[in-house]
């Protein structure tokens, strides 16, 4: 059985270029692990794609993610994460 991991670091910056590179750096580093076919991925950063059907509320997607945090074999912290509101939740 694979390891259930969450990726966990930033998301939003300062402005529309910070946030996108906090969310290539997070994706790429999802890229990496479900590369080794050896853990089960949970990337907050692939949650957008929701808003791209449906809005949802700021609390819809921070709820969602804590479930992953609250049962995942480990965390990944993404370089930065100590800048990041959700991951110091």
């Given amino acids: 059985m694979a ?3 969450c990726v966990c670091g930033p998301y939003s910056g300062r ?3 910070s946030t996108l590179g906090n969310m290539r750096r997070g994706i790429a ?3 990496e692990l479900v ?3 050896k ?3 949970y990337s907050p950063w692939l949650d957008f794609q929701w808003g791209l059907v449906e809005a949802l509320e700021m609390e819809i997607y921070k709820a969602n993610s804590m479930r992953f945090v609250e049962n995942s074999d480990a965390i990944l912290l993404v370089s930065g994460w100590e800048n990041s509101l959700g991951s110091l939740s």
Avoid: E
């Fill in 29 to 31: 580093l999802t890229i």
């Fill in 39 to 41: 853990f089960a991925v």
């Fill in 3 to 5: 390891l259930q991991v």
């Fill in 15 to 17: 402005d529309v270029i």
């Fill in 35 to 37: 590369r080794t076919n």
